[in-house]
């Protein structure tokens, strides 16, 4: 177990993954341009410059079709919540690209006809080609807008991932615009045969991630409930059995994303940590009621059915690099800290913040857990704020543990705690590889 997860010297899968994905995008990108160069100027220069921003944000669209796809190879190193963040600034740059393009296109036709931007938009939208763009630019343009920080926070996750959906539909606007636009699929027979190639490859990847592998897993392994346990007042346990789970690929540390069908809304889904090591019998989740869906998973009945999506994350043991191991958790983040006990080898430590003992979900389990590998548990209660030192400062951290530099740090908690871990990581020059910490969530 030690020589497959500790990776001293070697490259980083995370490296590893980010190299093979940017080096797509270049040789796309340089793809793209050459075929641009090759295809000749348009009818006048602003439309040269506008057909140059078309195909870029072809480009940007399919590269965003790839990064929520799911892919297990990218995920389990580069991890979710990384992907998610790149698709939203990829977004944004999407959406300056295509309003760049609309804009210098109906430019372009007003300076060639030597009429106004206004006229000319009209004439264009009469035109099937151009109006599928305009569409699709639309379409874009209130996905970006309901996706701002301000009014995001405002939407339910389900009305705002609803909206959101309809980017696809411009996905599918967009393709049919530049199937329509000769310029661009019949300039060459290789610029023909790429562009249909590079569609279908990201829209494949999409289905086959987020559509067909879900599908055939739930088929497969027929998930149901065996068990509710609760833990405390506001937190329970929900044990999941199925047939074949030792043919599943999750690890110590994943999440998946738990749809339980009569208990909520189809469209209803939550990403729970896996709080036990998957052990080729059934998985398990621990979840704190923070809302109506967890709030209920105390009620769900025995021998119902599950829909599972995952096992998602690269909040795993893939990525040591180094023999001692520190987790840290806070709260509920525990969950997948307590999982990865159950994998770890060598000199373990684990920190482990909560208000009060009471509220520590799973500590006789972590406790057990950290005892068997001769570890060492600091329990740290309180609240932040409450006068001391700050518990996860550079100076507390060093305390607690002095040969911290020395090894890997796994980080699950809540943010402001997980920005604080960070913070004192970074005060203490740990390695930037040696530190671990994943958002798990939908968004």
Same mark, same amino acid.
């Given at each position: 177990?030690?020589?497959?997860?500790?990776?001293?010297?070697?490259?980083?899968?995370?490296?590893?993954?980010?190299?093979?994905?940017?080096?797509?995008?270049?040789?796309?990108?340089?793809?793209?341009?050459?075929?641009?160069?090759?295809?000749?100027?348009?009818?006048?220069?602003?439309?040269?410059?506008?057909?140059?921003?078309?195909?870029?944000?072809?480009?940007?669209?399919?590269?965003?079709?790839?990064?929520?796809?799911?892919?297990?190879?990218?995920?389990?190193?580069?991890?979710?919540?990384?992907?998610?963040?790149?698709?939203?600034?990829?977004?944004?740059?999407?959406?300056?690209?295509?309003?760049?393009?609309?804009?210098?296109?109906?430019?372009?036709?007003?300076?060639?006809?030597?009429?106004?931007?206004?006229?000319?938009?009209?004439?264009?939208?009469?035109?099937?080609?151009?109006?599928?763009?305009?569409?699709?630019?639309?379409?874009?343009?209130?996905?970006?807008?309901?996706?701002?920080?301000?009014?995001?926070?405002?939407?339910?996750?389900?009305?705002?991932?609803?909206?959101?959906?309809?980017?696809?539909?411009?996905?599918?606007?967009?393709?049919?615009?530049?199937?329509?636009?000769?310029?661009?699929?019949?300039?060459?027979?290789?610029?023909?045969?790429?562009?249909?190639?590079?569609?279908?490859?990201?829209?494949?990847?999409?289905?086959?991630?987020?559509?067909?592998?879900?599908?055939?897993?739930?088929?497969?392994?027929?998930?149901?409930?065996?068990?509710?346990?609760?833990?405390?007042?506001?937190?329970?346990?929900?044990?999941?059995?199925?047939?074949?789970?030792?043919?599943?690929?999750?690890?110590?540390?994943?999440?998946?994303?738990?749809?339980?069908?009569?208990?909520?809304?189809?469209?209803?889904?939550?990403?729970?940590?896996?709080?036990?090591?998957?052990?080729?019998?059934?998985?398990?989740?621990?979840?704190?009621?923070?809302?109506?869906?967890? !709030? &209920? /998973? @105390?009620? *769900?009945? +025995?021998? $119902?059915?599950?829909?599972?999506?995952?096992?998602? #994350?690269?909040?795993?043991?893939?990525?040591?690099?180094?023999?001692?191991?520190?987790?840290?958790?806070?709260?509920?983040?525990?969950?997948?800290?307590?999982?990865?006990?159950?994998?770890?080898?060598?000199?373990?430590?684990?920190?482990?913040?909560?208000?009060?003992?009471?509220?520590?979900?799973?500590?006789?389990?972590?406790?057990?857990?950290?005892?068997?590998?001769?570890?060492?548990?600091?329990?740290?209660?309180?609240?932040?704020?409450?006068?001391?030192?700050?518990?996860?400062?550079?100076?507390?951290?060093?305390?607690?543990?002095?040969?911290?530099?020395?090894?890997?740090?796994?980080?699950?908690?809540?943010?402001?705690?997980?920005?604080?871990?960070? !913070? &004192? /990581? @970074?005060? *203490?020059? +740990?390695? $930037?590889?040696?530190?671990?910490?994943?958002?798990? #969530?939908?968004?």
């Amino acid at each position: 177990m030690a020589s497959d997860t500790v990776r001293g010297g070697t490259v980083l899968p995370v490296d590893a993954a980010r190299w093979a994905m940017w080096t797509f995008v270049l040789v796309n990108t340089v793809i793209v341009e050459a075929l641009f160069l090759s295809a000749g100027s348009g009818k006048n220069g602003v439309l040269t410059v506008a057909k140059f921003f078309g195909l870029h944000a072809a480009l940007l669209m399919l590269f965003q079709l790839l990064l929520v796809a799911r892919l297990p190879w990218l995920d389990r190193r580069i991890g979710m919540d990384r992907l998610t963040v790149w698709h939203r600034w990829v977004g944004f740059t999407l959406l300056w690209t295509v309003l760049t393009h609309a804009t210098l296109v109906v430019l372009g036709y007003a300076t060639l006809d030597d009429t106004s931007m206004g006229k000319t938009f009209v004439a264009l939208s009469g035109v099937p080609a151009s109006l599928l763009g305009m569409l699709a630019a639309g379409t874009v343009l209130v996905v970006a807008v309901i996706s701002t920080r301000s009014l995001r926070r405002r939407l339910r996750y389900e009305v705002w991932h609803g909206l959101h959906l309809l980017l696809y539909v411009a996905l599918g606007l967009s393709f049919v615009h530049q199937l329509l636009e000769t310029t661009t699929f019949t300039s060459s027979a290789f610029a023909t045969a790429y562009w249909w190639f590079l569609w279908l490859f990201a829209f494949g990847a999409l289905l086959a991630g987020r559509v067909v592998m879900p599908l055939w897993r739930n088929a497969y392994h027929r998930f149901r409930v065996a068990a509710v346990v609760p833990e405390s007042d506001d937190v329970v346990s929900v044990y999941v059995t199925g047939r074949h789970i030792d043919k599943l690929p999750a690890r110590a540390g994943q999440f998946c994303i738990w749809r339980f069908p009569g208990h909520n809304h189809w469209w209803t889904a939550n990403p729970f940590s896996l709080s036990a090591a998957p052990d080729g019998r059934g998985l398990r989740l621990t979840a704190k009621a923070a809302g109506n869906a967890s !709030a &209920g /998973l @105390r009620n *769900l009945p +025995v021998g $119902s059915s599950a829909f599972v999506e995952g096992p998602y #994350g690269a909040f795993t043991s893939l990525h040591r690099t180094r023999p001692a191991t520190l987790l840290i958790a806070g709260g509920v983040g525990i969950t997948p800290v307590r999982a990865m006990l159950e994998e770890a080898t060598g000199d373990v430590v684990v920190l482990y913040r909560v208000r009060s003992e009471a509220d520590a979900v799973l500590l006789n389990e972590v406790r057990h857990l950290v005892g068997l590998r001769g570890g060492r548990l600091h329990l740290l209660t309180g609240r932040t704020g409450e006068g001391g030192t700050p518990p996860f400062g550079g100076d507390s951290l060093h305390r607690l543990v002095p040969d911290i530099t020395e090894r890997d740090v796994y980080v699950c908690g809540p943010p402001a705690m997980t920005r604080a871990v960070l !913070a &004192g /990581l @970074r005060h *203490l020059r +740990v390695p $930037s590889r040696q530190v671990h910490a994943e958002k798990f #969530g939908l968004a």
